[in-house]
Every structure is written in C-alpha cells, then in structure tokens.
C-alpha cells in the first residue's frame, strides 16, 4: 500500500468523526418523563402495555371507524364498552395533557396534530399552580 | 444417518402441514375481540333530509336567526368578521340567490315586490348526486349509506375542488387558524377546525348518532324545519312533501338535493 500512514491516519480520523455524535453523548441520555395520567382509574381501553406502545394505531382506527363507518361503541377484549372519542372519552381520564400527552411526545420528538381541531381538557387547576410557583 | 428421498419428503409434508395449522391454533387461542359497532341508540335512516316551510320561518319573529346561532355554536362555527373569510353552515340568503333559475325577466313587478325581503334558510342540500365528493381528490368528502354528505378533516387537504363544485356555496375554506375566531362559548364536545380544511354542515351526524336530531330542527320554535328519514313512508317528513308542493335549490342541474322547500 503507496502512504499507509497517511491512509490509516486519515481513515481514523474520519472514523473519529462519523463516531462523534455517539460518545459524545454516551452515558447522558436523559431520563424518561415521569407522566401524570391525572386519574384514579386501573385500567384503560386495553392494557396499559398495549396502551403504551399502540395507542396512536388505536386512535386511528378509532378515527376511521367513527367517521367513516359511524360505529361510536367501542367492545375492548374484557367486554367493557367505551364511547370512541379522543375528546369525550380519553381526555375524561387523561385529564392532564401537558403532564401526559405533552410530556412524553416531546420527549419522543413526536409532533402529532390532534390538537390543531380537538378542544384539549381544561387545566386549570395546573395552571393556578404554576402561577404560584 | 441414512435417510432415503421418501423419508425427507414425509418428513417436509409434515412440516407444511405445521406450518399451514399455525395460524389457526393462533385464532382459537385468542379470546374475544375488540370489535365496533354503532350506538344502538343512534338514529337510524335509510335516506336523512329536510324540509324547510318557509311560510312557517316567515312567521317568526323580526330577524330570527335561532337556526343559525345554534347551529354555529355546537359546532364552534367561528366567525372572522368579513364576508370573504365567512364560514357558515346554514344561513339566510336573499330569494334571487336560492333559487336564481326562478328569478326570471317575465315575474312582473308585482311578484318582484313579493320576493323581495324573502330570506330564504339554505344549507348543504345533501345531494343524492353530491359534485363536491366527485372532484375531491382524497375522498375527505363522502356520501354515507343514509344520505349525509360528510367532510372527514382529518383528510382535507385544502385544495378547494369542492368549493368550486358546489352549486349552492355551501362550503367555506378555513384560510385562518379558527379558534381564536370562535365568538360563542366554545362546545367542549365538538372539535374545531383547523387552518386549511374546509368545513361545511353535516347535517348534525354526531347528533343523529346520540339519537338526537339535528340542531337546527330543535332550536325553531316555529318548527319550520322538518328533518326525517325519506325511507320511511310513515314518517313525518314524507307526509309534509305528500300534501305540500316543495321545490329544490337548482333541481334542473341534477345534483338531487335533499333539502325541500314550501314556499
């Protein structure tokens, strides 16, 4: 190999590089959000797992189902019914959406529009809070 | 291990037969599950429409406009203060507007004197034959199985196809963000809009679907508007337009409104 020194000192260094992003930051990923659901309730439409990890796909098929094909009722795998609607029915619960919807999305970087035309629940008891603060 | 072509075949046939049962343990394992359906309480219709009396509407008093504030308000209608941003649903228009084929040179001045101060209530008509779900390019406008032309805002994407066909201007583009124009008490049940969807009446569909009737319909004290299921023939609708002569907005152009009018 013609100027190995040169070639290996140049791949190390783009290799320094390229990595950089990754040590930089290693060992400081911050926390997961700590979320308030705001509620008393056990359990939610499905299990707090399925909840986690699939309540965007559920809320879509929500979306559709009641706009498209008008069916309103929700029958979840225990038998227990539900009204579908982001604005009636979930928020009753999550009460707290800048505790909980806000906190996590933005933690995730996730920016959905729901709220550009769903009304938010009030929160004003939050709200006097922080004007103490 | 010896092992023949026989042995390897029984033993690959087995497996298919595995693999193929798979899928069906999974469905008998699995519980119940979650299914949709409608509201039973929801009413049902096989073809929703309206009549609107309009000797009934002109027995109201000076300046009625219950119809459109109610209507405007549970849907958090908003209002921007200048015609060209104007969003309405249902409205009162002048009579050369709803029905411009019936203003003609030959109505001599004494019929004129007669049709002029005569507010006409319009809304979407809820075409059987509806133009604004044929050029929507997303099919975010539709005609459901009972007749009511639905706007799905989750899927409009502005493009103002619809505005363009409607022949009676039912439909309004929001070109601002609405919420900060929304002049009555905000209705917490009921979304608003956003900025770049248009928006139209939906002939009160999240009512009909709690078993109540449109708004409008309840709010007139004079109950000049008559709203039924045209499937029926013993409902009530069906028997105001058997002993009524009614008329259509622009019936000639074939869009087959479902909004009647006695005039």
């Not at chain 2, 009972?146 to 805002?153: L, N, P």
Request: charged share 25%.
């Amino acid at each position: 190999m013609y100027n190995a020194g040169k070639i290996i000192i140049g791949i190390l260094i783009f290799l320094v590089l390229v990595t950089y992003p990754f040590w930089r930051n290693a060992g400081t990923a911050s926390a997961p959000p700590k979320l308030e659901v705001g509620t008393q309730e056990k359990q939610c439409v499905e299990s707090t797992a399925y909840m986690k990890s699939s309540h965007m796909i559920l809320l879509d098929q929500w979306r559709d189902d009641v706009v498209r094909n008008g069916k309103r009722i929700y029958t979840n795998s225990s038998g227990k019914q539900f009204v579908m609607s982001l604005q009636n029915t979930c928020t009753k619960c999550h009460a707290k959406k800048t505790q909980f919807c806000d906190r996590c999305h933005n933690y995730v970087n996730a920016d959905p529009n729901c709220w550009n035309c769903h009304i938010p629940p009030k929160e004003q008891e939050q709200k006097a809070a922080r004007s103490d603060q | 291990m010896d092992s023949s072509r026989r042995f390897f075949l029984k033993i690959a046939g087995l497996s298919v037969i595995g693999v193929g049962a798979k899928p069906i343990t999974d469905v008998l394992a699995q519980g119940t599950k979650p299914k949709t359906e409608p509201d039973p309480k929801a009413l049902a219709g096989r073809r929703w429409a309206m009549v609107i009396d309009h000797k009934k509407c002109l027995n109201a008093k000076e300046g009625c406009k219950d119809c459109v504030n109610v209507c405007h308000q549970v849907h958090n209608v908003p209002n921007f203060g200048n015609t060209k941003d104007e969003i309405k649903w249902i409205w009162q228009t002048s009579f050369e507007h709803a029905f411009p084929g019936n203003e003609n040179p030959y109505i001599n001045e004494y019929m004129k004197e007669g049709l002029k101060n005569l507010p006409i209530m319009v809304l979407c008509n809820h075409c059987d034959n509806p133009p604004c779900v044929r050029v929507c390019p997303v099919k975010a406008t539709f005609k459901r199985a009972d007749g009511v032309v639905m706007m799905d805002y989750h899927r409009c994407i502005g493009c103002r196809f619809c505005m363009a066909a409607c022949p009676y201007g039912a439909r309004n583009l929001n070109w601002k963000d609405p919420r900060p124009y929304i002049k009555t008490e905000l209705n917490l049940e009921y979304p608003t809009r956003t900025r770049g969807v248009v928006e139209k009446c939906n002939f009160c569909e999240e009512r009909l679907a709690k078993g109540l009737r449109p708004a409008c319909v309840e709010a007139c004290k004079e109950k000049a508007l008559i709203f039924g299921d045209l499937g029926d023939p013993k409902s009530e609708i069906r028997e105001v337009l058997r002993r009524n002569m009614t008329v259509q907005r622009k019936s000639h152009i074939g869009t087959r409104p479902q909004v009647y009018y006695i005039l």
